[in-house]
């Protein structure tokens, strides 16, 4: 049975998580390697220290080596921070050869219109995704190849990213020996991993709330609609419920992992009072979640 490797590598706010493994057909994969350490020298998806977030990064691929049993060479990178934009643009070609069918060809060309947005020079391309083409107006299409037509056009959804965070990033995973496959913004990977095709259909806002962003992906008709990324997260709720519960921010963090719940409840449902140190010291269930 012929086997492809595969990894990857998200390098987050408070953890760094590496996983290996082997694809053995399009529907089956096998886990054999993962690390999660603590991350050090990154902010908000930003590497603040260089030296520091290429250690965090090389103790989660070390560990997640000596699970698989061999080398990690490669990787996709999750890339995440407030310096990722998005844009929606369309791209329009003729079909100029004699019987007017659409080729690969014609694809690659109108995804070249559509990519020619203006992108500034400290910017990167990182994805330009086909949201759905439209052959003579005909729209909806979701592979035109092979259709008959005169003109086809394309609708896409276009993610850049700081030239020099990119940079950055790949500078400490490849200082490690690990050569870098490709760069994905995060929450299009968590759509993948969590989103089911009926939602991406009928509507869905995707939130993966990190330590120090949130990265939101909306879906409709099975394509992506929009993404960003809110400079918003886990870190934020836990000093806030340090400041407003007057407790430390350990505390505040050890309560939102342990009780931390925004769902509906009914008033006779909901816990009074939640002891969070020896001495008998309490808060209220209800002040936790209404911080949070």
Do not use: W
């Not at 609708?155 to 020996?177: D, F, M, P, V, Y």
């Amino acid at each position: 049975m012929k086997r492809d490797r595969i990894a990857a590598i998200d390098v987050g706010t408070t953890k760094v998580c590496t996983i290996m493994a082997d694809i053995l057909d399009k529907e089956d994969v096998r886990v054999l390697g993962v690390g999660v350490t603590p991350s050090h020298g990154l902010h908000k998806g930003l590497v603040t220290n260089i030296n520091e977030a290429r250690e965090s990064i090389r103790r989660s691929v070390r560990l997640a080596e000596q699970m698989a049993g061999r080398r990690l060479e490669s990787a996709y990178v999750g890339v995440t921070g407030r310096h990722i934009s998005s844009v929606n643009n369309r791209g329009s070609v003729a079909i100029t050869r004699n019987n007017q069918v659409v080729h690969t060809e014609d694809l690659k060309r109108v995804l070249d219109v559509a990519r020619s947005v203006k992108v500034p020079a400290e910017q990167r391309l990182l994805h330009v995704i086909p949201r759905e083409y439209t052959v003579d107006g005909q729209g909806g299409v979701k592979n035109p190849i092979g259709m008959h037509g005169f003109r086809l056009d394309v609708e896409t959804h276009i993610i850049t990213a700081a030239l020099t965070s990119i940079q950055n990033l790949s500078k400490c995973i490849r200082s490690i020996g690990v050569d870098v496959d490709d760069l994905v913004m995060e929450p299009l990977a968590s759509a993948e991993a969590v989103l089911t095709p009926e939602e991406k259909l009928e509507g869905v806002l995707l939130a993966d709330i990190g330590g120090g962003t949130t990265d939101l992906a909306l879906f409709k008709n099975n394509t992506i609609f929009h993404t960003s990324v809110l400079p918003v997260a886990g870190y934020q709720v836990t000093r806030d419920i340090s400041v407003g519960l007057g407790i430390t921010f350990e505390l505040a963090e050890e309560m939102k992992k342990k009780y931390g719940d925004v769902t509906p409840m009914d008033e006779e449902r909901i816990p009074k009072d939640i002891a969070v140190t020896g001495d008998g010291h309490s808060i209220s269930y209800q002040d936790l979640s209404d911080i949070i």
